[in-house]
């Protein structure tokens, strides 16, 4: 069965600060992983995939991902976070063939401070 | 490209009432809609998978005969909630997947927010 772990419900850190929020998974088949930001009464919006190609995944709003099968983790980062960055990040995995369903992480909440 | 509409985006009902939740792919066909339950500061979670023109696979626990799912073209899924309780509440998502295999990318609705009154 496939899973996924987020570090940190919550992760609060200054206007232009780094940005990270880790995700680690578990998958017994090649996974694809994806990361998703909700914004308060909305739906999921994608910010970026890794479906076995680069291992760096850029994706929207700045932020980019790296796939490490090593570590089995595919931390969300952004250089220098802004207001409007403040969201729930969701990180999914799902098998990388069908039409599989999308398996989530439990979310994490960032704030940023003035 | 890809997107995706729910219908209506809040709700509120009596105890007892059903209601129906749209989604929709808007500019593309989605031969499978998943439908996802989020409770308050949770994940989401998986109720069921919608494949155009068969029955809905419901995920362990969900009861079939309470959450009716009809996908009966490729750009529509209802969900109705039959006889709601207030333990119904909850923001239901839906997903649409596009119909390119191995991209497994998911385009998500804004979400539906029910609350039983």
């Known amino acids: 069965a496939q899973s996924v772990t987020q570090l940190g419900s919550h992760v609060s850190v200054s206007e232009g600060a780094l940005v990270l929020l880790r995700c680690n998974y578990s998958?017994?088949?090649?996974?694809?992983l994806f990361w998703y930001v909700q914004y308060p009464n909305q739906g999921l919006q994608l910010l970026l995939k890794?479906?076995?190609?680069?291992?760096l995944v850029k994706g929207i709003n700045g932020f980019e991902a790296e796939f490490k099968k090593s570590e089995t983790s595919f931390h969300l980062t952004k250089p220098s976070a802004h207001m409007s960055d403040a969201a729930e990040y969701f990180c999914?995995?799902?098998?990388?063939?069908?039409?599989?369903?999308?398996?989530f992480g439990k979310g994490t909440r960032l704030s940023v401070i003035a | 490209g890809a997107v995706v509409s729910q219908h209506p985006s809040w709700v509120i009902c009596k105890s007892g009432t059903s209601v129906k939740i749209e989604c929709r792919s808007l500019?593309?066909?989605?031969?499978?809609m998943f439908w996802y339950r989020q409770f308050p500061k949770q994940s989401l979670m998986l109720m069921a998978t919608?494949?155009?023109?068969?029955?809905?696979?419901?995920e362990q626990g969900v009861e079939k005969d309470k959450f009716l799912i009809n996908h009966a073209s490729l750009t529509l899924s209802t969900l109705t909630v039959t006889s709601a309780h207030p333990e119904d509440s909850s923001f239901y998502i839906c997903?649409?997947?596009?119909?390119?295999?191995?991209?497994?990318?998911?385009?998500f609705g804004p979400g539906t927010r029910l609350t039983v009154l």
């Open positions: 997903s649409a997947k596009t119909g390119a295999r191995g991209t497994d990318t998911q385009y």
């Open positions: 998958s017994s088949v090649p996974p694809y």
């Open positions: 890794y479906t076995s190609a680069a291992t």
């Open positions: 999914a995995v799902s098998r990388n063939s069908g039409n599989t369903p999308l398996v």
């Open positions: 500019d593309f066909q989605a031969t499978t």
């Open positions: 919608s494949n155009e023109g068969s029955k809905a696979t419901y």
